[in-house]
């Protein structure tokens, strides 16, 4: 099938509980499709379809005509369910897939869970797949699949999920007959694949204080109001002293639940200093967390000891303003510096939380779901610290958990055992933080593991030699890329890696970024890399693969690079300069893209704002500064998606119906602080309210059809002697580009010819007798060069027995009379030669007085050519032409 390229058209917080659910989990329903008839019996294919295909069951894995590669799903030999929709053909569908006849038993279960592996590919980007539900076999609930939401239009990448979905169906919970549709809405799509369905009830979370790791739980509640240190042995004083004037009181004034909380202000000489003791731990992974409430106008604090001895060492420092802004504070040589920044709710409660995994040195900070910071963290924790500075900083203090996790040991071959990378982002921009080195050489490939739709394997995607990343975003804009940094040797084999970015968990991703060569068009720089725009609070996933194909997979040793990139406002954006070669024209069968060279470090892109980056404009009329080409209207043809990096236009020239040259204008555009409501917006999707933009210098760039190739003929004057140096040449160029410009300027000549004569004239005069030779080149450079060969010759004196020698008609058709009167009888021979003095054809008319012919040239194609008549050894050179 043929699809055609339009060019209008780029660690959630782990709970003991979560550890225990993905342990325990059974399942309580499951669908393999393993056996034909049952499947078809019990699974029927419904909805409205203009086509002719249905769901069905097939155990082929590479079912489909462009199927990138195999169904993974674990049973898939043994059968699952797919509709084709590309066998479909151009009908719009809605189509479903009911299991009527496997409905599921929900008695007594909650939480319920639907997880299913699946491969879904799009090709408009625009279809809908979604999960019905239905507890009466009639009416269903649907639920979206933000993997299959996260695809776009297949353009340049194929554009697929495959792996496992996850999903809560609550109104499955309590039900005795649940039943489950996939439904299909598009249009000349690609395909879905189901199987190994199976339902199971979710865990809930585990109360602190039934958690058989918990160290603290302390929601306040059995405290007496007043000074809250001598009422519990993990609350002190920053002098030690319990009864101290700086001890924080408990409260009835707020409370996050009950009616207590602890309070920490300041209301005199000395403003509150709060110890929150949590036993001088230096080995273990532990979770930290309290309800806080700051009012209106106020501010709070908050800082991590090194010991439960107050004052040894402060390992950070978190200043909560009155203005909702947050920052995270580290000292440096004496000066605090600003390693992170967050916002946070006031007039509410909201979640602090802290991860310490001290046997890996990490950790991390969230304040009301953002990350405030994530950093190497090689000290120990023995308590935190509330402090009241002055009297704007009034706080509230709720819920305290302190639990022991689950070590963590990673395993970078393993998607669950990811590597946490987050202390590498946060640093200073445009400084790059790298990483130790990695070795893919014993990498396997998981069950787990998607295929990212932008890997270019040979022949198709695919994930060998993968390893996994995690990290926490932090609200910043970060590069990422491979890079060798102390490899040598063991560098993996050209850089050659690939990269994609997920949010979600392992085996039921969403896909946010792939990239396969930092070089677009993968010429040159294999490395893998991306830039992107982090949103606090998530975890992330980064699989890092090697590229692969017949002869192999690329193995060996790379580090990560991750550089923060400065933000950059409207004000400081700027469009980048490029140069154009060939003339400008795109030859038939080429790309802009061939001609074009982009300088890429004369673009400032603006990062404010959910849209940024830059795009390439084609229109039919030059588009001048300060508009947005598309209010150009029909002048305006399109865009390429906006890109958050700059990069050279393609648009080939393939179109066999283009018969005329067209001239098309390439405008490099950046835009800023925009937003749009489609994935990989072209500039007819951006909404520019409030946004800047920046127009570069429109560029007229000529599309050509096919060009015949070059056809060069000449004809030339004699050399007469004397004065001598008057001979000429009339040279006709036919072909090219001059068919459609029909003028000279169309093609160069260049002459050359004895003595080392040179001209660009191309009817060069003033010529002495001796061979020339022209180049012509068109000037598209769209068809070959050419040379044309000229002798320029002296008429000769006849034989002195030569009395008559006659050509007629001349020029002529093809049929020449030859009449020749000698003196006296003599041996005749008659030659036919070319420009090139090469002999054509030859009569010997033995020993005559008198000779008349017919000379028939008709097979001659038009030009000049010369009649050589030898006389006993003496010749007579006639110029006969051939022109019909």
Request: glycine content about 10%; charged content about 15%.
């Amino acid at each position: 099938m043929t699809k055609s390229f339009t060019f209008r058209g780029i660690l959630s917080m782990v709970l003991l509980a979560a550890c225990f659910q993905a342990a325990t989990a059974q399942a309580f329903w499951t669908e393999t499709f393993s056996d034909q008839g049952t499947a078809l019996t019990n699974w029927e294919h419904g909805g409205t379809n203009g086509g002719t295909i249905n769901w069905d069951w097939t155990d082929v894995l590479a079912a489909g005509n462009w199927q990138p590669g195999d169904f993974m799903a674990p049973t898939a030999s043994t059968g699952y369910m797919w509709f084709d929709s590309d066998a479909n053909g151009e009908f719009a569908h809605d189509v479903t897939l009911t299991g009527t006849g496997n409905p599921a038993d929900c008695s007594g279960k909650s939480n319920v869970h639907l997880k299913f592996y699946t491969y879904f590919r799009t090709f408009t980007g625009s279809d809908i797949g979604t999960i019905g539900i239905s507890t009466d076999g009639v009416n269903f609930t649907y639920h979206n699949v933000p993997q299959f939401d996260a695809l776009e239009a297949e353009v340049s990448t194929i554009q697929l999920f495959q792996g496992y979905i996850d999903m809560a169906i609550p109104e499955a919970d309590g039900q005795a007959t649940v039943w489950v549709q996939f439904r299909w809405q598009g249009e000349f799509e690609y395909y879905w694949k189901v199987d190994d369905l199976e339902m199971y009830e979710a865990a809930g979370a585990v109360p602190c204080d039934m958690n058989p790791d918990m160290i603290i739980c302390d929601n306040i509640e059995s405290y007496n109001l007043g000074n809250i240190s001598p009422q519990a042995a993990h609350w002190s004083p920053w002098s030690g002293a319990q009864d101290s004037q700086i001890s924080a009181e408990v409260s009835d004034e707020q409370a996050s639940d009950g009616t207590k909380s602890m309070k920490v202000k300041k209301d005199g000489a000395s403003g509150d200093d709060q110890l929150l003791l949590l036993g001088n731990k230096n080995t273990g992974r532990y979770s930290l967390k309290w309800m806080m409430y700051v009012g209106a106008g106020n501010a709070a604090y908050f800082n991590i000891q090194n010991s439960e001895t107050a004052g040894q060492q402060f390992n950070g420092e978190f200043y909560l303003y009155t203005n909702g802004e947050g920052e995270a504070i580290e000292v440096v040589n004496n000066q605090q510096v600003v390693v992170g920044s967050f916002n946070y709710p006031q007039e509410e409660w909201f979640p602090v939380e802290m991860i310490f995994d001290l046997d890996n040195d990490l950790a991390k900070v969230y304040v009301a779901g953002e990350l405030a910071r994530g950093w190497a963290y090689p000290g120990d924790v023995g308590g935190i610290d509330f402090y009241a500075a002055d009297n704007s900083f009034t706080f509230y203090v709720d819920q305290v958990e302190y639990v022991g996790l689950p070590a963590v040991t990673y395993n970078e071959d393993e998607c669950s055992a990811a590597l946490d990378i987050t202390q590498y982002f946060g640093g200073t921009p445009n400084v790059p933080q790298t990483t130790g080195l990695f070795d893919n050489t014993t990498a396997t490939v998981g069950a787990d593991d998607p295929v990212p739709g932008c890997f270019l394997d040979d022949p198709t995607s695919s994930t060998d030699g993968s390893l996994w990343f995690t990290f926490t975003g932090d609200g910043g804009k970060y590069h990422v890329e491979t890079v060798p940094c102390s490899a040598g040797a063991n560098y993996i084999d050209n850089g050659d890696t690939q990269m994609a970015l997920y949010t979600g968990d392992c085996g039921s991703f969403v896909s946010i970024e792939c990239n396969d060569d930092l070089d677009p068009d993968g010429f040159g720089d294999f490395r893998a890399g991306f830039d992107i725009t982090t949103e606090s609070g998530i975890d992330y996933h980064l699989l890092v693969d090697g590229w692969s194909d017949a002869n192999g997979v690329s193995m060996g040793q790379f580090c990560i690079e991750v550089t923060r990139l400065p933000d950059i406002d409207c004000a400081q954006g700027a469009v980048g300069t490029y140069t154009l070669d060939n003339n400008s024209f795109v030859c038939f069968g080429s790309d802009v893209f061939d001609i074009l060279t982009l300088n890429q470090g004369s673009y400032t892109i603006p990062n404010s704002g959910a849209l940024n980056g830059a795009s390439w404009a084609v229109t039919t009329v030059p588009v001048s500064a300060g508009v947005w080409p598309p209010s150009l209207g029909a002048q305006y043809l399109g865009s390429t998606p906006v890109s958050p990096v700059p990069f050279s236009v393609s648009l080939p020239n393939d179109d066999p119906a283009l018969t005329q040259p067209v001239i098309l204008y390439f405008t490099p555009v950046v835009v800023g602080n925009a937003s749009s409501g489609v994935s990989s917006p072209g500039l007819g999707d951006v909404d520019t309210t409030g946004a800047c933009f920046f127009i570069g210098v429109s560029s007229p760039v000529i599309y050509l059809p096919a060009l015949q190739p070059l056809v060069g003929t000449a004809t030339f004057t004699q050399v007469v002697d004397p004065p001598g140096s008057n001979g000429a040449i009339d040279l006709t160029v036919t072909g090219g580009f001059y068919e459609f410009l029909q003028d000279p300027s169309a093609y160069t000549v260049t002459w050359t010819g004895p003595n080392n004569y040179t001209s660009n004239d191309e009817d060069p005069t003033g010529l002495e007798a001796g061979t020339y030779v022209a180049s012509v080149s068109d000037i598209t450079g769209c068809v070959s060069d050419i040379s044309v060969t000229v002798s320029v010759t002296t008429p000769t004196k006849d034989p002195v027995s030569v009395k008559t020698l006659q050509l007629s008609p001349n020029p002529s058709t093809g049929i020449v009379l030859l009449n020749l009167e000698l003196a006296t009888a003599a041996d005749v021979r008659v030659d036919v030669l070319n420009t090139l003095g090469q002999a054509l054809q030859s009569t010997n008319a033995g020993k005559v007085n008198n000779y008349s012919q017919l000379l028939d040239l008709s097979r001659f194609a038009e030009g000049t050519y010369f009649l050589r008549v030898t006389v006993d050894g003496e010749t007579a050179i006639r110029r006969v032409v051939i022109q019909r």
